[in-house]
T-cell receptor, first 112, second 113 residues
Framework: GENVEQHPSTLSVQEGDSAVIKCTYSDSASNYFPWYKQELGKRPQLIIDIRSNVGEKKDQRIAVTLNKTAKHFSLHITETQPEDSAVYFCAASRGNTGKLIFGQGTTLQVKP | GAGVSQSPSNKVTEKGKDVELRCDPISGHTALYWYRQRLGQGLEFLIYFQGNSAPDKSGLPSDRFSAERTGESVSTLTIQRTQQEDSAVYLC???????????FGSGTRLTVV
């Protein structure tokens, strides 16, 4: 069935370093890949998304790359700051329904 | 409204009781989703509404779970005869068309004791 694997489950970096979170998906019909940030006790918030017709998208310190052949996509955060500390979720969908299949999450800790 | 609103924010119930969780989507959003998030886990899809019809109910874990939606407005998720494994945060999301760009509510934290 549909599945999204996310790694690592926890990630600790020093402030200013880069962080990379990777996801693989099983459904080859997936064509939409959003990333959500969830701070403790709060709702998930969309931070960036990518559609299958592009290989990379950037928004300030955040970028996402997609390799459709290998069925994996990654989130890159540069110049990390303590306020980047949160749980990050990747997700995939076919787009025609919007039903998202989520990864298990990565807890990112940015140490000052 | 300005955002997706869910109520109650917290609910403690005794095992075996029924509960109703409410979601008010953003005005004009035709698509509405329910997800469940167990402690320390990812989000599990439960059900998707387009208007007041539910084209995808594949995530509902058992027949104790049901949901309905009035037009393109409020949705209620009902859990009958609650079990301890139902304890989780239930998140609702809405989007304009259903394809992209969800906005999540703050969730209802359900604790079954």
């Amino acid at each position: 069935g549909e599945n999204v694997e996310q790694h690592p489950s926890t990630l600790s970096v020093q402030e200013g370093d880069s962080a990379v979170i990777k996801c693989t998906y099983s459904d080859s019909a997936s064509n939409y890949f959003p990333w959500y940030k969830q701070e403790l006790g709060k709702r998930p918030q969309l931070i960036i998304d990518i559609r299958s017709n592009v290989g990379e998208k950037k928004d300030q310190r955040i970028a996402v790359t997609l390799n459709k052949t290998a069925k994996h996509f990654s989130l890159h955060i540069t110049e990390t700051q303590p306020e980047d500390s949160a749980v990050y979720f990747c997700a995939a969908s076919r787009g025609n329904t919007g039903k998202l299949i989520f990864g298990q999450g990565t807890t990112l800790q940015v140490k000052p | 409204g300005a955002g997706v609103s869910q109520s109650p924010s917290n609910k403690v119930t005794e095992k075996g009781k029924d509960v109703e969780l409410r979601c008010d989507p953003i005005s004009g959003h035709t698509a509405l989703y329910w997800y469940r998030q167990r402690l320390g886990q990812g989000l599990e899809f439960l059900i998707y509404f387009q208007g007041n019809s539910a084209p995808d109910k594949s995530g509902l874990p058992s027949d104790r779970f049901s949901a309905e939606r009035t037009g393109e407005s409020v949705s209620t998720l009902t859990i009958q005869r609650t079990q301890q494994e139902d304890s989780a945060v239930y998140l609702c999301a809405s989007s304009l068309t259903g394809f992209y760009g969800y906005t999540f509510g703050s969730g209802t934290r359900l604790t079954v004791v």
